[in-house]
């Protein structure tokens, strides 16, 4: 198998997950990917699910029924630093909340979709006016 059909199955399959509007199962990525590529294995399916998951491109939901279901990934967000005094802004280069949100959604069963968190205070150039 070469590259090039490599690389149109797994555009095929991300299309078909983007476009679905809601998560789909790998059968039905197959059916509707079927629809574009006659040819494409279940096996394909997985293994582009596998590898897209690994990307964090797509996200695999458990549902309560068991069958595990497969959205495209939250877009990248950021958490900033605001400070008080003079408005700057600074981006937080991690997420500190997506590993709290996935043991909340073992416990509540919710799924969670998003979440904010900003953290107020004083930069470097405005602490020195408030401190003591
Ligand atoms: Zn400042
Ligand atoms: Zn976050």
Do not use: W
């Amino acid at each position: 198998m070469n590259n090039q059909r490599q690389t149109k199955q797994k555009t095929i399959i991300l299309d078909t997950i983007q476009s679905a509007g809601e998560p789909l199962t790998a059968d039905q990525i197959l059916s509707k990917a079927r629809l574009v590529m006659p040819a494409m294995a279940l096996t394909t399916v997985y293994r582009n699910l596998e590898l897209l998951t690994t990307q964090r491109v797509i996200t695999r939901l458990i549902y309560p029924d068991g069958i595990t279901r497969y959205k495209q990934a939250e877009a990248p967000h950021h958490h900033q630093l605001i400070c008080l005094d003079c408005a700057r802004k600074v981006n937080i280069s991690q997420c500190p909340l997506e590993c709290l949100a996935r043991q909340i959604e073992s416990e509540t069963g919710f799924e969670i979709v998003s979440h904010q968190l900003d953290l107020y205070g004083y930069c470097d150039r405005c602490k020195s006016k408030h401190s003591n």
